[in-house]
């Protein structure tokens, strides 16, 4: 069972993140790991640093504030603002992580789940247009 202790580090570490920490991974994720968002759906260490790495890349400041953190027994469930710059505009995406730990408290599974069509695609200025034309659509 994970323990609190390792709930609260592996908060930290996302609160905290910067392109140098990408070489803790391996202290919170197991080299299996499972890791999928709106965007990604990838197993192992190596392709998940790749995604924090292109995050690293193409955003200006990425910042990761925790506001909920629940344990129970070997499951998390993390409530987060993300913010960042994305092409000289501010990006901010709100959401809430599953994390699995394993016996030796690393992260087995780690799911994002947020809505990639209200709080990103929307803002594209093509594909933003086509989906409100859509959605206007679809809600009459």
């Known amino acids: 069972m ?20 990408l070489t803790r991974l391996p202290e919170f994720f197991n080299q299996q790991a499972h890791f999928k968002d709106p965007f990604n759906d990838v197993y192992g260490l190596e392709r998940i640093s790749t995604i924090f790495h292109h ?3 193409t955003l200006t400041v990425p910042k990761f504030v925790i506001e909920e953190a629940v344990l129970n027994a070997d ?27 394993d016996p030796q ?18 803002k594209l200025p093509i ?14």
């Open 105 to 122: 408290d690393l992260v087995s599974e780690h799911i994002d789940y947020w809505d990639a069509s209200e709080q990103f695609y929307m």
């Open 127 to 140: 594909i933003g247009s086509l989906l409100r034309f859509i959605q206007g659509q679809a809600a009459s």
């Open 2 to 21: 994970a323990s609190q202790q390792t709930l609260d580090a592996y908060v930290a570490f996302f609160e905290h993140m910067t392109r140098e920490d």
């Open 75 to 101: 499951v998390a469930y993390i409530k987060w603002q993300f913010t960042g710059i994305f092409k000289a505009k501010p990006i901010e995406l709100i959401g809430v992580s599953r994390v699995v730990f």
């Open 55 to 57: 995050m690293f890349d």
